[in-house]
């Protein structure tokens, strides 16, 4: 079986080379190059979109969005052993989603910042959406 060819990272510095014939300003073409994302960064936000694939960890930040909670009490809410919530939210502080403060010998859960609030509100209400 044979792979298809790689792709030529060369060819981002030369011209557009379309066979379709259509107006284009080659300099609005360069410009975007440079202000898409970059291979590193768009590998980046793949591996967290990724990890938000999973349905249990998005059920634990539907949790910490209403309030931070400790293992055993996101293990309630959430129908999980509180072996595989921890393991989860290990995936979840991975990517900097989760953070945790120490009570005592109580640890408490919370999303790490507003832009994860964000991202998960503004899915949840895209998907609320009534359909075309």
Known sequence: MTSAPLPNHKRSEQSPNCEVQHPVDINSVRQLHGEILSVNKAQ???????????????????????????????AAVVRMSESAVSHQLRALR???????????????????????????REVAEHLDEPED
């Open 44 to 74: 980046r936000m793949a591996e967290f979109f990724s990890l938000l694939g999973d349905a249990n960890r998005l059920r634990i930040l539907s949790a910490l969005a209403k309030q931070e909670l400790c293992v055993c009490d996101l």
């Open 94 to 120: 991975a990517l900097r989603l989760v953070s945790y403060r120490k009570q005592g010998r109580n640890v408490f859960y919370y999303l790490k910042d507003s832009h994860v609030l964000n991202l998960y």
